[in-house]
């Protein structure tokens, strides 16, 4: 019996929602230097209201205007699809809400690139 091989690398597309221009490009510039595909939303709202892309995993700012992160991770959780929370506010509390709505990672700005890209290997694995 033959196992089906995974998508390629270059078939993920990741959602990066952060109303921060400048982080979202470089976030999008990370994920793309990784063979993905990016799509970037200024907010939560823009994201909710355009998914007709599927998506493999969100990265995402904690602290918008409007609904914050830890709001769409509350949204996604039943979908099963991965996300990972980026702020430069870390709390033990927003950090402990992120996770009892299964964030796969809760990353505190400034981080290391390689924190990142690890966690986005590690989600788009399972």
Known sequence: MSEALPPARSQKVI???DDDEDVASA???????????????ASVDLFLSDREEAFGLVISDVQMPGRSG?????QLKD??????LITAFPSAEI????????VWC??????????L?????????E
Do not use: N, Y
Request: proline share 5%; hydrophobic share 45%.
């Open 15 to 17: 959602a990066i929602v």
């Open 27 to 41: 976030l999008g510039s990370l994920v793309e230097s990784m063979g993905l595909g990016a799509t970037l939303f």
């Open 70 to 74: 830890l709001d769409l991770a509350k």
């Open 79 to 84: 979908e099963g699809l991965p996300i990972i």
């Open 95 to 102: 950090e402990r809400q992120a996770h009892l709505h299964g």
């Open 106 to 115: 809760f990353i505190r700005k400034p981080f290391d690139p390689d924190e």
């Open 117 to 125: 890209i690890d966690c986005i290997e590690r989600s788009l694995a």
